[in-house]
């Protein structure tokens, strides 16, 4: 939107939807650039609590390779879609690990030949033999009026492919309808009934005041509607040489 914004970083727990962290940032960044530090600071929060974060849950805006390395050098465990722009396979292409070359359905190599950063990411290019691909019979499907075939990867794609792999997983179907059962609820709550839909204040530390302000009263309210599963005690008196003691019975 065309007017001045802030992101509001909300972290969630699962078991009880408590906000354990919330944070404002520039709205010139994206979502997957403010994760590394939303961990940071969710750790600081929890660890002083002896909690321990095992796994984050997060939708496909935080997707991006720094992001996917920042969990794993914290040994958490993600649930992030991949990009739109991610490919796990390229058709009528294999890639080799073993060599790091890509080999298409006529048994030419792609070889890999240099890393090229494009909007700040790092690509890695691999690109064929002209001579191969000079009489090659799909050479007007497959390149067109190009010399030679490139395939262009990023270079963070082991994170991903990894990322592929757990999501294909019942877990973790299970974990994307937790997420989304958990999170928007919070946010509808905070934007709706807690005053950050708008923010009447200047600068990003009074946004962050009143950000943190609206967890708090988000957190006390859940707090006070809290039960506690309590064993039920009641009294009786059981007569004792004519005289009557109470007795405390416990029931569970």
Partial sequence: PRQFNYLAQTSVDTQHHVITHIQAHHADKKDSQC????????KENLEPEGLIIEQILADTGYSSGAALKALEQNNITGYIPNFGQYKHERDGFTYH???DYYQCTQNKKLVFKKVKVNNGYAMREYRSSRKDCANCPLRSTCIGKSFEKSIRETADKPCYDKMHERLKTSYARKM???RQS???PVLGTL?????MKRVNTRGINLANKCKIMAAIAYNLKKMMKFKINRPMVATAPLPTDGNHLFSTLLFI
């Fill in 35 to 42: 994760l590394p530090a939303v961990i940071k600071e969710l």
């Fill in 176 to 178: 994307k309808k937790l």
């Fill in 191 to 195: 934007i709706n009934f807690l005053a």
């Fill in 182 to 184: 958990t999170v928007e």
């Fill in 97 to 99: 690990k073993e060599g």
